[in-house]
């Protein structure tokens, strides 16, 4: 039994495959985008966000941003919660993030283990859909 579907955003494919794998042993099912513009098409037109307990997102991906992607899925899917990831940790940046509503900031390389408990932290704390 699946513990819920992650969206993984990131544009270095060997990245992806590390998420994908520590988070298929964690027990979750996994929808892929190399980068933000794809990752949102996913929820709009795929993966219904219904669907997806929570997106982890690098911030430096082509075309549309981390940044950028992580605005959009905060005013359209609000209780979806987001972690990001990053070669390149910004603590101003981080802090800033996570007062915007990112539930948590994991710097690459991320162990496994950190990476499924941050998941299941925030699947723990999705804010469920109102009816």
């Known amino acids: 039994?699946?513990?819920?579907?992650?969206?993984v955003i990131d544009d270095d494919?060997?990245?992806?495959?590390?998420?994908k794998m520590a988070l298929l042993r964690g027990g979750y099912e996994v929808?892929?985008?190399?980068?933000?513009t794809?990752?949102?098409?996913?929820?709009?037109?795929?993966?219904n966000p219904s669907t997806v307990?929570?997106?982890?997102?690098?911030?430096?991906t082509p075309e549309v941003n981390g940044v950028e992607a992580i605005a959009y899925f905060r005013s359209h899917f609000p209780s979806l919660p987001i972690i990001i990831m990053t070669s390149q940790p910004d603590y101003r940046n981080a802090a800033?993030?996570?007062?915007?509503?990112?539930?948590d900031y994991l710097?690459?390389?991320?162990?496994?283990y950190s990476l499924v408990d941050a998941v299941r932290r925030a699947v723990?704390?999705?804010t469920p859909k109102k009816a």
Request: hydrophobic share 40%; charged share 25%.
């Open 124 to 126: 723990s704390q999705r």
């Open 31 to 36: 929808v892929e985008a190399e980068n933000g």
């Open 1 to 7: 039994m699946s513990e819920g579907k992650v969206l």
């Open 107 to 112: 710097v690459k390389p991320i162990q496994s």
């Open 53 to 60: 307990a929570v997106i982890v997102c690098d911030i430096h």
């Open 96 to 103: 800033q993030m996570l007062r915007r509503g990112v539930v």
């Open 38 to 47: 794809r990752g949102m098409q996913s929820l709009l037109w795929g993966d």
């Open 13 to 19: 494919e060997h990245v992806r495959t590390h998420v």
